[in-house]
């Protein structure tokens, strides 16, 4: 027997797997080692067995290490096709899918027998009362407990995560719409399930989460960010407690392992996370929940690109597992692919708030008149502004200059708070001019107005807190939880922010919800800018009038009359989706057609361009396929970019065009200066 090794490199050329005799330790798929290779040392995930090697005997070497943990073999096929699917290599999948590094610790535990238990001490019964829980300095004690029968004592893998925090777990009855929800997921299968803002969709995903534990099946929860969506991580734990696995970012390496381990050995059935939990080692996957479906943070953006809604179905089908994407917003391509389960009311049967539409054309200032009476007469509100910063872009009034990016062709944008302009892509600082270095003048104009200029605004005529929530206020550690804490904690008060401000928060209080600028992410040049428009604009609304206090929702736009805006106001997701969903049929746009786009960068824009244009032509003429440029794109990071986009109604045939494209150009030396990147369904 041999052992097929993919190595984890970075290198593109170097495609395993390649053969190695069998250590002495036991190896299976999954198994991660250490290989030698040529005259380097790497990591490596055994692929496959096999019975023999074209490779003569004498030339096979063996591992020098496998380490404790493996990974499920499911994960190393998963992986396998991840890599396939979206241009990428088996060696960058495969290292997204590894056991996290360090060690397992155990501790003992002890757990009521719920047994004999009369004849105890005030003590032992205190001791009683903590448990089930690490034995500690107790052990003596409990050890006298376990020999009466009283408690059971064993070792167990540690656990360091902390709990998102303790809610208290609330039965509820179900309403009608929940229970025939439920009914109709439990057929299993994938479902879309579609229900309003407030409708109580988490608790369908509990009952359904319930029903599979019972069946043996395991489980996993995918969030769009867990510091957006505490209340859903608090619910699952309150419900399930330890056997919910944490899996997050923010979690330290040996608190993230902890969890890892808990779930590859069974001991959390349920795995709850944002993307990369998919990737979640759950043994007889029963269940897979995609939470706020819609939510752009799905999209990997990283090599390989990959979308964890469209893992998740993959994982789904090979595992058997049902899947349910929840969405009050859901996108066209599940609303077109997968069965409707609707809760098309609120739990408490209220009424979705009232939308108004404020035409801001030819208005002074980011205020509607309405909207400054509205927030002066609301307790507690929601305010989106999807723009951080003071303003969007300086200019000189004397010789026209815009204050741009020097790496990056986009304008600066400035932060008064620390004092500089900033490049949104690139993270570029410097400081804010105080006159023109091209002519001089010392005036210098400010236009538009971000979240910060708004916070300000707000302060300066409101007598109630202001809380900003954009990326600026969030870059510190539990800045987050805290100012949603804050603001929920607040009797009165106004919570202003970019999209994280309409992310799942259920806020009973909130009776005003505003949108500013409604159309700004409408005039993006991207087919997703009305679905996208529709999702903020829905999602905001949500947020407002969840109490018996009732609530509405401002609508600012320079675009009143724009279909998007008004189905929003109307609290139309079938009628947007109806409309949207034609519309991508006839331009040939996802789900009616798979789009793969190319990236061409480079410091100079001739070999970018040369290279996107050998892309284009290589790619041209595969079956059923539309090429689409080169174009150019704007300039980031000191690089200039060339994008070729592939519409395709043969996916696969198409992805493994590009993917022969880019590494045909990427061999040539005339371009070796240029980087490519390939996404499949870019976003
Ligand atoms: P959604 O995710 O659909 O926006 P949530 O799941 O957040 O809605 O539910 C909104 C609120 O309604 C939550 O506070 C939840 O505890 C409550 N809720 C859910 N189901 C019921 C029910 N059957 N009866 C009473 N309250 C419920
Ligand atoms: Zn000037
Ligand atoms: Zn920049």
Known sequence: MIAKVEPLTTTRRL???FDYALPEEPVDVGSVVRIPFGRQRLDGVVVGLAERSEVP????VAPTAVRDESLPPDLVELALWMAAEYCSTPARALSLVLPPPGRARTELWAAPTGGANGKLTERQRALLERLPGPTGRDLPALRRLEARGVVTIAPRLRRRAPRVNVAADRPVELTAAQAAALDALRSGGSHLLHGVTGSGKTEVYLRTAAAALERGRGVIVLVPEIALTPQTVARFQARFGDTVALLHSALSE??????WRRLRAGEARIAVGPRSAVFAPVADLGLIVIDEEHDP???HEGDPRYDARRVAAERARRTGAALIAGSATPRPESWHALPHVGLPERVDGRALPPVRVLDMRGANGPLHPLTRRALAAAPKSIVLLNRRGWSNFLTCRSCGKVWECPQCDVALVLHRGEGTLACHHCGHRERVPQRCDACG???????????????????ETLDVPVLRLDADTAAAKDAVPDLLARFDAAPAGVLLGTQMVAKGHDFPDVTLGVVLDADATLRFPDFRAEERTFALIAQLAGRAGRGPGGGRVLVQTMAPEADTIAAAARHDAEGFLAGELERRRALHYPPFADLVRV????????????AAARVAAAVDGAPATEVLGPAPLFRLRGRERFQVVVKTGERAAAVAAAGAAVDAAARDRALRDVAFAVDVDPQ
């Not at 040996?254 to 969890?259: A, L």
């Not at 010392?442 to 605004?457: D, M, N, P, Q």
């Not at 990236?599 to 040369?610: E, H, I, L, T, Y």
């Open 254 to 259: 040996g608190e993230r392992s902890d969890e």
């Open 297 to 299: 943070s799905y999209k």
């Open 15 to 17: 495609t395993g797997p």
């Open 599 to 610: 990236v061409c960068s480079a410091q100079d824009g001739a070999p970018a361009r040369d």
């Open 57 to 60: 005997a004498e030339r096979l």
């Open 441 to 459: 003048s010392l005036a210098v104009a400010r236009h538009g107005a971000g979240t910060e200029r708004l916070e300000a605004e707000l302060r």
